[in-house]
């Protein structure tokens, strides 16, 4: 595990381990690492090298150079090795991916006009770096990365357009995947797997205006095998995510709508054959038993006396959400679809003291809970369980509640500030409620304060193992930091 600190006006990077075991509901912090840190200086961030460990990287400058300064942490937390790589003063890291024994780093130009991109691939074990340029001819923001057996896969957009760059490292040429380059959407999954297959999600809008999804799947050298668009005329197919199943069927899940297309009324189980046909079965949130826990007992009670006494009378249930996405997962012989629910909070701001609202400023996202659903090989709907959130506030939609499987039990789990909230399910029931667990000091006079943590983010590692990392104030009344 990870973390960036702040002690008596100085920065310290701290490292720690987070072990999450469903099987005996229980989340332990253990080991830890601290790194000091100047203040002024970009904070270091992190990078999963699955059992190869962990990477600590930030960009250090002064008026001469720039260099990029990497540190290689073994699973032990201890440090391997660590080196600085010069690079250009334009240049900043926009993404990190590992692949068989190498990192590769993604960096972007900050310059208007800065087209080309440059990955850096250092070898883990020898330290040993290549540099490689990705000719690109149009003003691309990487917001994917992704390494494949061959090549490199950078995904982003131009002007509102989603475009995938396929990057030999054999060839060091430089292609748009066929497909792309043509309507407005959003890339929603790049998916590599270890026979160099690639599978990539994109939502956009067909000719009726209504949205849909399209899987388009590459071989590793970047052309086109199969395009496929998964829509229906009565529904918005909102967002999904794939997994592929030996046979080759995609399996897909996501969020629908029958009329909005920005809220969701449900999630969908869709498979897709090799011969491209596909079905696709609906859920809506009224269908889940447990999507409702979020709310206080009495109201949960009357949401579902509404719901039930609308079902007897064969009326519809038109309860709407905002829902992001996530993994989709094989747990056994169920698939797991993960999805947080949450809503944007805004406040009026008025200026000049009349009685109007004013101007209505944007104040964050607030999540309410993650839902997680089971389903069988069939798309049928077998269980469901959810977790509250009731604590985070961000201005970026990203993923916070993570998933730790083992044979039976499943963790649901987030970070935030100085404590790991987590709750232990097997299936639709409840091992453990919620819980709150501090993640370990480093000395036992240590000191964290509830609101000294400003920034925490918890990673997926590897096996049952979690990363976390963030900024935080230590405190420590003898001086053992001092002396250490």
């Known amino acids: ?104 780093i993604l960096l972007n130009s900050v310059l208007y006009g800065g087209f080309d991109l440059h990955i850096i691939a250092v070898n883990i074990q020898t330290q040993e770096y290549f540099r490689y340029v990705v000719r690109n001819l149009i003003p691309l923001k990487p917001t994917e990365f992704k390494a494949s057996s061959k090549a490199m896969l950078i995904g982003g957009y131009f002007n509102d357009i989603p475009v995938v760059l396929h990057f030999s490292l054999a060839t060091g040429t430089t292609r748009l995947l066929p497909g792309f380059f043509n309507d407005q959407g959003e890339l929603n999954q790049i998916k590599t797997y270890k026979d160099g297959l690639i599978d990539i999600v994109v939502s956009a809008k067909n000719a009726q205006r209504k949205k849909i999804l399209w899987l388009r799947s590459y071989t590793q050298e970047g052309d086109l ?12 197919i909102l967002s999904g995510k794939s997994i592929r199943k030996p046979d080759g069927t995609l399996v897909v899940t996501g969020s629908f709508n029958s009329r909005n297309q920005e809220y969701s009324r449900g999630i969908f189980y869709a498979e897709i054959n090799p011969n491209k046909e596909y079905s696709i079965k609906y859920y809506n949130f009224s269908d889940l038993e447990n999507f409702y826990k979020y709310l206080k007992p009495s109201r949960e009670a009357r949401v579902k006396q509404r719901i039930s006494r609308r079902k007897q009378k064969g009326k519809k249930i038109r309860h709407s959400y905002f829902l992001l996405s996530h993994e989709l997962q094989h747990h056994g012989n169920d698939y797991l679809f993960l999805g947080e629910v949450y809503y944007p909070r805004y406040y009026y701001l008025n200026t000049f003291g009349y009685s109007s609202r004013g101007d ?50 499943l963790g649901l789990l987030y970070l935030y500030e100085n404590k790991v909230r987590s709750k232990i399910i097997n299936r ?22 509830e609101k000294d943590t400003e920034v925490s983010w918890l990673e997926y590692w590897y096996d049952p193992y979690f990363l976390a990392y963030g900024i935080q104030s230590i405190h420590n009344s003898r001086n053992e930091r001092d002396n250490s």
């Open 1 to 104: 595990m990870f973390f960036t600190s702040i002690k008596s006006g100085s920065i310290n990077f701290l490292l720690l381990i987070l072990f999450a075991s469903p099987c005996y509901s229980q989340v332990i912090s253990s080991s830890r690492f601290e790194l000091a840190v100047d203040d002024g200086i970009e904070n270091p961030r992190v990078a999963s090298l699955q059992k190869d460990g962990i990477l600590i990287y930030k960009r250090i400058s002064d008026r001469s150079k720039v260099q990029l300064e990497l540190i290689k942490i073994d699973t032990s937390l201890h440090e391997n090795w660590r080196g600085t790589i010069a690079i250009d003063r334009n240049l900043t890291v926009s993404k990190v991916e590992t692949n068989d024994h190498f990192i590769f």
């Open 360 to 409: 209505r400023i944007f104040d964050g996202y607030r999540y309410t809970h993650a839902i997680i659903v089971g389903f069988n090989n069939k798309g049928e709907l077998l269980w469901d369980n959810s977790l509250e959130i009731n604590d985070i506030k961000t201005f970026t939609l990203v993923q916070f509640v993570k998933l730790a499987p083992s044979t039976a039990n």
């Open 225 to 236: 095998i199969s395009s496929t668009s998964l829509q229906d005329p009565e529904k918005n």
């Open 428 to 449: 639709d029931k409840v091992v453990e409620e919620k819980t709150s667990n501090e993640l370990n000091s480093k000395y036992d006079s240590d000191t964290i304060k």
